[in-house]
């Protein structure tokens, strides 16, 4: 069973920065597409980016040019570079793993993204 810790969210200014890490625990991570997700206050989970194995990235048009996903395999981290942030990116964002060729998947806690000033 993979479990995923997600660290880096907080409060921010709008037009700032904020990187979210999540760490992946188990030997799948180098066979899994990772990917973030957020979830405003009265709205369904939506995807942000997702990166998979191969390195091939996907991003929300909301997000597009603005936030970067990227991944380590020897650290078994993904990372979500967010730039130009805006009161409608705040959010508790997830990460997920879901296993290549195979139907598992995880969630992690989530971490609270707020953009304020």
């Known amino acids: 069973q993979v479990q995923l810790v997600e660290s880096g969210g907080g409060l921010v200014q709008p037009g700032r920065s904020l990187s979210l890490s999540c760490a992946a625990s188990g030997s799948v991570f180098k066979t899994s597409t990772m990917g973030w997700y957020r979830q405003a206050p009265g709205k369904q989970r939506e995807l942000v980016a997702t990166?998979?194995?191969?390195?091939?990235?996907n991003y929300a048009d909301s997000v597009k040019g603005r936030f970067t996903i990227s991944r380590d395999n020897a650290k078994n981290t993904v990372y979500l570079q967010m730039n130009s942030l805006k009161p409608e990116d705040t959010a508790v964002y997830y990460c997920?793993?879901?296993?290549?060729?195979?139907?598992?998947?995880?969630w992690g806690q989530g971490t609270q993204v707020t953009v304020s000033s």
């Open positions: 997920k793993i879901a296993v290549e060729l195979s139907w598992y998947y995880a």
């Open positions: 990166v998979t194995s191969a390195g091939t990235t």
